[in-house]
């Protein structure tokens, strides 16, 4: 089930073995998997992104702020 955030500090992605990637401020989807946590949003030019992070990297930015789950 799909659940609302806000991204609202520094969140990144690795693209495979590249760089670190700024997933940009503003409101993301999150589905929670056992393991893991996928994040989908649009950018600023409406390019649509997504990204899967491990649930230990989800509740680590959730506990510094980094991403604010919503209320349903």
Known sequence: MSQQALIRG????RAGDGVLMPIPPGPV???VADDSVTLGWTDG???AGSTAITR???ERY????G????EG
């Open 10 to 13: 520094e969140v990144s992605f």
């Open 29 to 31: 989807e999150i589905e």
């Open 45 to 47: 030019q409406g390019n």
């Open 56 to 58: 230990d990297e989800y």
């Open 62 to 65: 959730v506990r510094e702020g």
């Open 67 to 70: 991403i604010r789950p919503l």
